[in-house]
């Protein structure tokens, strides 16, 4: 374990997170929202720090970062648990699960980045579950990975304070960022988490010098309404400029077996309006 970074500590020896918009506070023995974070006689630590749960080789394409080292290999690394919980999770047996419920793999900074140079990796990924919070993991990797001119990227759903954020943007590469919906309710009701955050760290990237590329998976019934996702589109250009946007299927998953494939034809009447605003976009899932 690691004590966290970001958190402030309370009476009683409760803590309160401040890596996300969650805000938990925590009392002594009991983990926040993620699962991952634990008050530990008044002080958070990260359980899962060094201890993967997910380790693989990847094509950076699969991350999808279609504009970052094309047709290069990213050593790809998950730990348990997530900070927004996905009614259609495509990965939720290992993001909404205990820790202490899967096998894990010891895998500290140093040796993950002796990893990715052994296997010809240009990049390291923190991806399949929710990088950031593992973040001090996360981090740590980063400053190792760049002393050795590895590249860092995260998979993420974006959801994490602007403070931390700034500080892991020193190491960080490129980021794809999961823009679920630009419906609030949508990400009340589906995710449990909001839309405003995740805005937001969009917009803070874009204005630095991370390679952002942007996912949305198109739900039918839920997202997939056209002129919500022109709404979007035209919101990512305006505020983010022409970045690269991967428009994807979704399957029947998780808590939400009884939805539909989503249907070609939706997926190419949402690119087609897309490109009103976008130059890069590419379907996923097909």
Not at 156 to 184: M, R, V
Not at 193 to 217: M, R, W
Request: with cysteine.
């Amino acid at each position: 374990m690691k004590e966290c970074a970001y958190y402030k500590k309370l009476k009683e020896n409760k803590v309160q997170c401040q890596l996300c918009p969650r805000y938990c506070v925590i009392n002594e023995g009991k983990r926040g929202n993620c699962c991952i974070r634990e008050n530990k006689d008044g002080k958070l630590y990260l359980v899962v720090y060094g201890k993967p749960c997910a380790v693989h080789i990847d094509p950076i394409e699969k991350k999808p970062l279609y504009y970052f080292l094309p047709g290069s290999y990213s050593y790809s690394i998950g730990t348990a648990g997530c900070n927004l919980h996905c009614l259609f999770c495509q990965n939720w047996e290992i993001s909404q699960i205990k820790p202490e419920e899967l096998p894990s793999v010891d895998l500290p900074p140093k040796k993950a980045v002796k990893e990715a140079i052994k296997n010809n990796c240009e990049s390291i990924s923190y991806t399949y579950t929710e990088p950031l919070i593992s973040y001090e993991y996360v981090l740590d990797i980063c400053k190792e990975a760049h002393k050795r001119s590895i590249r860092n990227v995260i998979v993420s759903n974006g959801y994490i304070n602007e403070e931390p954020l700034k500080e892991l943007i020193k190491y960080l590469d490129a980021a794809n960022i999961d823009l679920k919906s630009f419906d609030a309710n949508f990400y009340r009701e589906l995710t449990g988490a909001s839309l405003e955050p995740v805005l937001k760290t969009l917009k803070i990237l874009a204005k630095s010098n991370v390679h952002l590329e942007i996912t949305t998976l198109i739900i039918p019934g839920y997202n997939d309404d056209i002129e919500r996702i022109e709404e979007m589109c035209k919101w990512i250009k305006d505020e983010l400029g022409d970045i690269p946007l991967h428009l994807s299927r979704v399957f029947p998953y998780y808590r939400m077996k009884d939805i539909s494939v989503t249907p070609l034809g939706t997926l190419q009447k949402a690119k087609k309006i897309a490109e009103k605003y976008l130059t890069r976009v590419n379907l996923g899932n097909v």
